[in-house]
């Protein structure tokens, strides 16, 4: 794990428990995961991986905005909320906050409390991107009139 998400962990005190969403939604190509399926290794609603101590670095080096950030409440959960919030490398060089949605439940980016937020935060960072399955949908900052 890095140092900085350590940091963010031990700053937040939360932990992923039971929570094991991060072991569906991303790709993971050293395992020959899909996006969007359960991991071999994952035993869901359990939290655990049975290859904990040797998972690839891309698992090691993950944290999601609950778990790493104080300003996303309970309601942010993964588990309980059905997806999760990260970063993602942007065109222009900057990073893109990235909510990726449990495809299982297609519309709850769009329910409240997440789409008053997500908008929140596109207002603020300029861009948010939102992956559903295999669809995209980019929120952008309104121009300034």
Not at 4 to 15: D, F, P, S, V
Not at 74 to 101: C, E, N, Q
Not at 113 to 124: F, G, S, T, V
């Amino acid at each position: 794990m890095n140092i900085a998400l350590e940091a963010a962990i031990k700053r937040t005190g939360r932990h992923c428990g039971t929570c094991s969403l991060c072991c569906k939604l991303p790709e993971i190509v050293v395992l020959n995961k899909p996006a969007n399926t359960w991991c071999r290794h994952c035993e869901p609603g359990k939290g655990g991986c049975g290859i904990y101590d040797t998972r690839p670095e891309k698992c090691q080096n993950f944290g999601c905005g609950w778990l790493t950030d104080l300003s996303f409440d309970d309601d942010w959960f993964p588990a309980r909320a059905k997806l999760y919030v990260t970063h993602t490398p942007a065109m222009d060089g900057g990073r893109d906050v990235l909510i990726s949605i449990d495809p299982a439940y297609p519309n709850r980016w769009r329910e409240a409390p997440y789409y008053d937020r997500i908008l929140q935060i596109a207002a603020k960072r300029g861009r948010v991107v939102v992956s559903v399955g295999s669809q995209v949908f980019t929120l952008r900052r309104a121009p300034a009139s």
